[in-house]
């Protein structure tokens, strides 16, 4: 299993980016997709997640401004991020996992900055 995120990038506050979640070998839909974070000198905290019903879980810090949802077409997960502020500022990831085994991909960079 591979897991693969694109999308980021330098967007001004108040902007806006939409991260992809990818992953060959496997069904998506039928799996558990958490996104997290890592800011520097920070721990890795979880931003989002989607469940196989369809579900969602957010952070405080993003209700209201960050959209996750799975595309079952295209076998990605999305993370539509808006309003986005200098905090939002970290290293992105996707985690898959599959039984006792996490699988994460190299993680996307955003930057929030004027």
């Known amino acids: 299993v591979q897991v693969v995120e694109s999308g980021g990038g330098l967007v001004q506050p108040g902007g806006s980016l939409r991260l992809s979640c990818a992953a060959s070998g496997i069904i998506l839909g039928r799996n558990t997709i958490g996104w997290y974070r890592q800011a520097p000198e920070k721990q890795r905290e979880l931003v989002a997640a989607i469940f196989p019903s369809g579900s969602t879980n957010y952070a405080d810090s993003v209700k209201g401004r960050f959209t996750i949802s799975r595309d079952i077409r295209k076998n990605t997960v999305a993370l539509q991020m808006n309003s986005l502020k200098p905090n939002d500022t970290a290293v992105y990831y996707c985690?898959?996992?599959?039984?006792?085994?996490?699988?994460w991909g190299q993680g996307t960079q955003v930057t929030v900055s004027s």
């Open positions: 985690k898959l996992p599959i039984g006792s085994v996490s699988y």
